[in-house]
């Protein structure tokens, strides 16, 4: 089964903090996505990458960046938290881009106070 | 701009029925479809897919239907189950060769 394991379940952060969320997957999968999921809004696309060292900006990019260093691997990096994002974040790979289901860690509830 | 939308946001069916979740999508370029499930504190997890070259998909207990005409998907699930309680979210790639676009989701309530 493809596993997509996300470094946190729960994470409380301060205002201003530089924070990494992790994603590490183990099905040789080239694309890889984080969303931020919010009641009432679904899931909205932050950045996705389809390659090493490749990324597009999604949905909602501002405040965030991301790296993909090595192909399992997509960070997710909010340079200065802010209270609004807090919020659960998801991580997701998929096989083959938009065309087979994209496969879900199992998300990162981030507080900032 | 493009979305993708659902019809009600929270459905409550008795254990036993048959439950259909509906989702509206208004890019007429996609051209594959998912419904995911997810349960509290999990992250989502796939249920079905159908391509846009069919009009019906089934699985174990669950139906996937596409009406390309009015750009409408749905998804039933027969003999429902208090294990069934969930959000159901439809996505849709938008033709798209990178990404999909989620709907807000629909709770289902199971009521024993």
């Known amino acids: 089964d493809v596993k997509v394991t996300q470094s946190s379940r729960y994470l409380v952060k301060r205002t201003g903090e530089k924070v990494f969320l992790e994603c590490v997957q183990d099905m040789d999968h080239e694309n890889m996505f984080w969303y931020r999921q919010d009641p009432g809004l679904g899931l909205r696309l932050i950045y996705f990458s389809y390659d090493v060292k490749m990324k597009e900006k999604g949905d909602i990019p501002e405040g965030y960046s991301v790296s993909r260093e090595k192909k399992e691997r997509f960070s997710l990096i909010l340079e200065s938290a802010s209270t609004n994002q807090t919020s659960m974040y998801l991580c997701?790979?998929?096989?083959?881009?938009?065309?087979?289901?994209?496969?879900f860690g199992q998300g990162t509830r981030l507080t900032v106070v | 701009g493009e979305s993708v939308g659902l019809h009600l946001p929270t459905l409550s069916v008795q254990e036993g029925d048959n439950s259909i979740i509906n989702c509206a999508y208004s890019?007429?370029?996609?051209?594959?479809f998912i419904w995911y499930k997810q349960e509290s504190g999990k992250g989502p997890q796939f249920i079905i897919d159908i391509r846009s070259n069919m009009d019906k998909r089934q699985g174990q207990r669950v139906t996937v239907l596409l009406n390309k005409t009015v750009k409408h998907l749905s998804l039933q699930i027969a003999a429902t189950q208090p294990g069934d309680s969930a959000v159901y979210f439809c996505a849709e790639n938008g033709g798209s060769n990178y990404k999909l676009t989620f709907g807000k989701g629909t709770l289902l309530t199971v009521n024993p």
């Open positions: 997701a790979s998929t096989w083959d881009r938009g065309k087979t289901e994209a496969f």
């Open positions: 890019n007429s370029a996609s051209d594959y």
